[in-house]
């Protein structure tokens, strides 16, 4: 449970029996051969897995070296987020639970909860920030139509944190029959090494899909980085070859500032300071009494003042190398993709092509990169159609 200093279980007393449930339930079934063989038959006849690792030759001949897109927006639902719901739902129905609930910022984890609920039967209630709901309607609506309660939560920055907060509030009353179904590899031990581990079925399909493209492994992996959770999924399989190199990708926002009350980014690794949220030892962003600063992002689902307790881990070791891009250059990746390549990125995405094409001219990538495209850009047209208007 800990990752180097980082990781733990810091929540209250009143959790722990939750928590000790929830590990003793995924040690026994994550090698259970009938567990093993239904999330199987989910991950392929659901979610439409494996997704193809495309040879982008656009992108690759305007910036001179070779981009491969792990295509997470063709998961059912748009997002690499059903690969984590899949498999926590049905490690609920296992455990007997009826219900679950989630939090969500861009609206994608809340949909791929309202999917694996509706389909396998759970009551499901998910927490959005009313900022997040707002900019991320199309989410909304998909989400209460697939049966999901949505509740609006009005309290702090009214993004993802907020969110969070009440939905382990709810669990703490409702333990009992509910299933607390985080979304990325946040939180207290088990859950970023289950999140890490349910999505690490992208980095072990792209391990396969480039030795057959290209006969050896990528220079380097480019991923954005909200909590964490596409990054570590596609970087966990390639964390013992060492001639990888990985780069989390986080939210510049506006620029990498801070004020009194907030920080204008979303930059934990790269600008944060080790601290405790929401039951994790991790980077986070706070002010120098240690509360959480409110951070900024275009981006809904990078919009979050902390980050996963292992990639703070594997920042702190140097196996990772974290490093950002702001609203306007994800902005200007998420045009380019969509012109250059025919695929609309999520904003959250958009971040890792910026990446990528502010970067592959320096060597710093090597020649042959592949990165993770976590979701399709559909729920962003109003957002940036609007940024447009407004220019
Ligand atoms: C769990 C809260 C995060 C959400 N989304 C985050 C997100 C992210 C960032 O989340 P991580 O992969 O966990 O860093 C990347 N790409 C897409 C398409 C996303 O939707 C959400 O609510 O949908």
Redesign the pocket.
Known sequence: SMYGKFGGQFVPEVLMPALTELEEAYDKYKEDPEFLAELDYYMKEFAGRETPLYFAKNLSKKYGIKIYLKR??LVHG????LNNTLGQALLAKYMGKERLI???????????TAMAAANMGFISEVY?GAK?VER?HM?VYRMELMGSRVNAVESGSKT?KD??NEALRDWVTNVENTHYL?????GPHPYPMI?RDF?SVIGKEVKEQIMEKEGRYPDSIV???????????IFHPFIEDKEVKLF?VEAGGKEMKTTEKEALHSSSLCAGEEGILQGAHTMILQDKYGQILESSSV????D?SG??PELAYLADIGRVTPCNVNDDEALEAFYELSRLEGIIP????SHAVAYVMKMAKTGELGDLVVI?L???GD?DLETVFKLKEEE
Not at 78 to 81: D, E, L, T
Request: glycine share 20%; charged share 15%; net charge negative.
């Open positions: 997470e927006d748009g997002a690499h987020k989630a939090e969500t910022g861009a609206g994608q984890h809340g949909t791929a959005m997040d991320q989410n993802l969110a969070i985080i979304g990325s590899v946040v999140v999505q991923a954005c980085a909200g909590g964490g959770s596409n990054a570590m999924g989390p981006s809904a689902g990078l979050y980050v996963g999520a904003l959250e995405s993770s976590s979701g399709r729920k």
